[in-house]
């Protein structure tokens, strides 16, 4: 069975600061990675994917993210913060293709901007 | 290219009642999955359809149920609703290769 793991419920970074979402997953099959961002009161927006292309995955809003298999990590960065990043953020995992289990989620971590 | 329509976004229902609600996916896409959003449990996978068929179900009651139509269109059904099952409700719509989903703003489902 697939697992996320997000450490961190909430983050807190200054504007202009470096920002690091820490993400750790187990599958039992070379996995798909994504991180969405969750802004109140909408639905996910896909930041990024990682599907065993390149380990550097580059998405929207400056985030990026590396593949890490030997840590099982997929951790999200950025580097300088801006106020428009205070959101949800959540690291799902998918073994699509193969799996039948749809996306499975970490619990979300809170980014919080301190001006 | 138009998002993930879901309608309605709000509701308030009574305990015993049901509901349904709709997701309109992007043009193009065949397959739709529904996920229950709440603050204790976080996002849970409750099905995944694909052409009009059910093709991988999560771990919820059977009070849960969900249907596609010939224009891929779906629809969930909650019965008997119960106060646990007070969420916000997202479909995704599924691009075919690489699992990739595109999230509608939800339904925000309130039962009392």
């Known amino acids: 069975a697939q697992s996320v793991t997000q450490l961190g419920s909430h983050v807190s970074v200054s504007e202009g600061a470096l920002v690091l979402l820490r993400c750790n997953y187990s599958s039992s099959v070379p996995p798909y990675l994504f991180w969405y961002v969750q802004y109140p009161n909408q639905g996910l927006q896909l930041l990024l994917k990682?599907?065993?292309?390149a380990t550097l995955v580059k998405g929207i809003n400056g985030f990026e993210a590396e593949f890490k298999k030997s840590e099982t990590s997929f951790h999200l960065t950025k580097p300088s913060a801006h106020m428009s990043d205070a959101a949800e953020y959540f690291c799902a995992v998918s073994d699509w293709g193969g799996g039948a289990d749809g996306l499975t989620f970490g619990k979300g971590t809170h980014l919080i901007i301190q001006p | 290219k138009a998002g993930v329509t879901q309608t309605p976004r709000y509701l308030i229902k009574t305990r015993g009642q049901q509901v349904t609600l709709s997701c309109s996916p992007i043009?193009?896409?065949?397959?739709v999955s529904w996920y229950q959003q709440t603050p204790g449990q976080g996002l849970q996978f409750l099905f995944e359809y694909f052409s009009e068929t059910q093709r991988n179900k999560g771990n919820f009651p059977g009070r849960f149920s969900g249907r596609q139509f010939s224009n891929s269109r779906s629809e969930m059904n909650v019965s008997t609703l119960e106060l646990g099952d007070s969420a916000l409700y997202l479909c995704?719509?599924?691009?075919?290769?690489?699992?990739?989903?595109?999230f509608g703003p939800g339904t925000r489902l309130t039962v009392t």
């Open positions: 990682y599907t065993s292309a």
């Open positions: 995704a719509s599924n691009s075919e290769g690489v699992g990739e989903q595109y």
């Open positions: 043009s193009g896409h065949r397959s």
